[in-house]
């Protein structure tokens, strides 16, 4: 069953981030107001109870509260941005964007201070503004999951960033290792880093926010044997998605696309989370091999207490 129809309005941004996925061509791409009005009837049409529009950036279309307006009409359960949160430190927009019918926000911020995020992002203020955004939208009580891409400036400080952004009431949070395509497989040198770096700082991330029994957190790109290397499920990895992506490129259920992008290597057969773990991005084999990929060979949990999130 799908659950979400997420609308790639665009591939254009006002921030330029150094680990952005998206390439140069595809900024030239965007879907028009008809082609995006046209999917969200599909999406009514196909029962699916759940829309989210990304990009890019969304809100830099001045469409976009024309596209909500008409999504509220079908009363979808739930509309969701995911955006850098730029335009959302003006308090005006935030009240047309909500009265238009959003109703969730993913903002993608990346680091606990302006010097890390600004320059991740490459836009001066960029921080500040992200802030501002989460203050107008936890004041009009509105729902917020912050995105944070991993890389090598900010995967030391996951804990610290974690712990600020609790202090500012953000209760759901969504680590993302990089795919590297776009400006990240331009900038890997700068940006890259392995897996098994990255894993005790997610771990103690992770620790925090259920110490302090957290929504729903997740990571996505990384594989069960690094993030859980002694048999019990702790943490969580998302699997599934149950999402069909419309982009400007054309639409797929992500689930299915991902088996292209995935792969798996001998040493999974052997591995007890074989069946629960998606394996590596391509992109990360061809740039990092595969010598830290060591399969686990007893499970010291049941599968009851082996939920991934789905």
């Not at 959302?88 to 238009?100: F, P, Q, R, T, W």
């Not at 599934?240 to 792969?263: C, L, M, Q, R, Y």
Request: with cysteine; net charge neutral; charged share 30%.
């Amino acid at each position: 069953m799908v659950d979400v129809m997420e609308i790639t309005m665009t591939y254009r941004c006002n921030c330029n981030c150094r680990f952005c996925s998206v390439g140069l061509m595809r900024k030239k791409l965007f879907l028009s107001t008809d082609d995006i009005k046209k999917k969200i009837v599909e999406a009514n049409e196909k029962n699916i109870p759940n829309l989210g529009f990304g990009g890019g950036e969304p809100t830099i279309r001045k469409d976009l509260i024309e596209i909500l307006e008409f999504a509220k009409k079908f009363e979808f359960r739930v509309i969701r941005i995911q955006t850098n949160g730029q335009m959302l430190s003006y308090e005006n927009y935030v009240d047309k964007i909500l009265d238009a019918g959003a109703n969730f926000f993913i903002i993608s911020i990346h680091g606990h201070t302006a010097k890390l995020h600004d320059y991740l992002t490459r836009v001066k203020g960029s921080f500040e503004k992200c802030i501002k955004a989460i203050a107008n939208l936890k004041k009009r009580d509105i729902s917020i999951q912050i995105n944070i891409v991993i890389n090598k400036h900010n995967y030391k400080v996951l804990p610290q960033i974690t712990n600020f952004f609790m202090k500012k009431g953000i209760s759901k949070f969504c680590f993302v290792y990089p795919t590297y395509e776009g400006n990240a497989k331009e900038n890997f040198e700068e940006i890259g880093v392995k897996m098994t770096e990255v894993a005790p700082y997610l771990r103690e991330s992770l620790d925090m926010l259920d110490e302090k029994g957290m929504d729903k957190n997740i990571c996505l790109n990384i594989t069960q044997c690094v993030l859980n290397p002694e048999g019990k499920n702790i943490y969580s990895i998302v699997k599934k998605f149950d999402t069909v992506v419309s982009t400007p490129s054309g639409t797929d259920n992500i689930d299915d696309a991902n088996k292209e992008h995935f792969v798996k290597i001998d040493a999974c057969k052997k591995c007890v989370y074989n069946l629960e773990c998606m394996g590596l991005w391509k992109n990360y084999v061809n740039l990092f091999g595969t010598d830290e990929i060591k399969p686990v060979l007893e499970r010291l949990d049941t599968p009851e207490e082996a939920i991934l999130e789905e």
